[in-house]
């Protein structure tokens, strides 16, 4: 039975006792012996959070179809201070040229992105309320390491575009690790309905709190959604608003948790983490570190990841490590204790700049390894192509996307600026010239193409 279906069978029954059933939510199960109905606990904890609730619209500049163009997508977040500073995730107000905001009074005002983590979606914008405003409403950041499976909670925001809304579910997991979107955090799953447009919307405990931030929704309210724990929140929070985002540090450590249910490869160890690889030209390889290297410290700071669940706390303790200064890792080498000095750089760009050819009918992208990890296997750095017009000169000449260029028009090319005066050179001489010689690496494989920019589809 979901979380959903017991609330629904807990308000059918008028007048009922409603404390056995809520016994998963201590705060719940404190107000029920008091006597109060679940309801009454459901619309407090509403009223304590829902004012502070935003309709976010964005614009958004999108380059993937090989051209310059704008998009209008929303999402939600939640106010958490009296002057206007709001959470919502990453991915609602990337690349925004634009930042609306409704609250539920029916204020409407204009924000700007005070900061942003690619790594854990989450953002900080400020919203433009003005002088005569006055405080806004704001929601209470609550302690998400305190949750239990079973504790109920709500997603709240703006689902689809719709007026704000709540829906009631409960903790499903408190420690959710999702494959490739679990770095530096673990995720709250809920059966609370998060669907698109409640991203950056608040998860809200019985006792009114933020207890996490909706981010992802899996279908349409099929009973798995999550959260990014208040947690988390908490430790970025410094640094989006001094910063403008969060200095990662890079290791190029591969971990591995001493029980591997995925691989079926088990330690008979019961502390530390192990090295299952080291990034080429990492920190960690430059430092003689080693795959099945068994890492307990770090700076004297005991570090153990038993299960995949652990992981993300270990790489985000060495994430957080000063860059560009030795700290001193302490593991086991074939039974024996010895200690290097690793010296973490600074993580960068998650993701590469971008740049617009028009006329050539598409967008090149340069080459990020923790972005483009595939393409930065075969080329350090570079350009690719990233997005495509169709129909366009570039689709028709037979480039696709993922190309790595190495040479345009005899010129090897390796930066945006390069194919940029490239390109402005030849848009300039078009009366003269339209085609170019293209050397491409694709799937590890050279080829020429030719580009034929002669015809105008814009204007087709």
Not at 84 to 96: R, Y
Not at 263 to 281: H, K, L, N
Request: hydrophobic share 40%.
């Amino acid at each position: 039975m979901t979380g959903r279906s017991l609330i629904l069978m807990m308000l059918a029954a008028v007048g009922a006792s409603v404390a056995p059933a809520v016994a998963g939510d201590r705060s719940a199960a404190i107000a029920a012996a008091e006597g109060l109905d679940f309801r009454q606990i459901v619309q407090q904890a509403k009223a304590e959070v829902f004012p502070a609730v935003i309709y976010i619209r964005v614009v958004q500049e999108a380059t993937e179809q090989g051209k310059k163009a704008s998009q209008q997508i929303s999402g939600s977040g939640v106010i958490i201070s009296p002057r206007g500073e709001a959470l919502t995730n990453w991915h609602v107000v990337d690349k925004a040229i634009s930042v609306r905001c409704l609250m539920s009074d029916g204020r409407a005002m204009t924000a700007t992105v005070v900061g942003s983590d690619q790594d854990t979606d989450l953002a900080l914008i400020q919203l433009d309320a003005g002088e005569d405003a006055g405080p806004l409403p704001f929601a209470e950041i609550g302690d998400s390491t305190g949750l239990s499976e079973g504790d109920f909670v709500m997603a709240m925001g703006a689902p689809f575009g719709l007026n704000r809304s709540v829906s009631i579910g409960i903790i499903s997991c408190t420690r959710r690790f999702l494959t490739g979107v679990s770095e530096y955090s673990l995720w709250l799953q809920t059966d609370a309905a998060i669907n698109p447009g409640n991203s950056g919307g608040p998860l809200v405990n019985t006792r009114g709190q933020v207890i996490g931030l909706n981010a992802r929704g899996i279908g349409y309210a099929e009973g798995m959604g999550f959260a990014i724990p208040a947690e988390t929140i908490e430790i970025l929070l410094p640094q989006l608003r001094e910063r403008g985002d969060v200095p990662w540090s890079w290791t190029g450590l591969q971990l591995q948790p001493l029980r591997d249910f995925d691989r079926d490869i088990y330690f008979d160890e019961t502390e530390g983490v192990v090295v299952a690889e080291t990034d080429p030209e990492s920190p960690a390889r430059r430092a003689g570190i080693e795959a099945r290297d068994r890492i307990v410290a770090v700076n004297g700071q005991p570090v153990t990841a038993s299960t995949e669940e652990d992981l993300p706390l270990v790489r985000r303790a060495l994430a957080l490590l000063p860059m560009d200064e030795a700290a001193a890792v302490r593991l086991v080498r074939d039974g024996e204790a010895v200690t290097f000095e690793l010296t973490p750089r600074a993580k960068g760009r998650v993701e590469g700049e971008e740049l617009v050819c028009e006329r050539w009918d598409l967008t090149f992208k340069t080459i990020n390894q923790f972005d483009n990890p595939n393409l930065y296997f075969h080329r350090k750095k570079g350009v690719f192509v990233y997005g495509l017009k169709y129909p366009g000169n570039a689709s028709s000449s037979g480039l696709r996307e993922g190309d790595i260029v190495l040479k345009i028009d005899g010129k090897a090319v390796e930066t945006l600026p390069q194919v940029q005066a490239i390109h402005k050179d030849a848009i300039d001489n078009i009366d003269t010239r339209h085609r170019l010689v293209l050397v491409v690496l694709r799937n590890g494989l050279m080829r020429q193409l030719v580009l034929d920019y002669q015809r105008d589809y814009e204007r087709e």
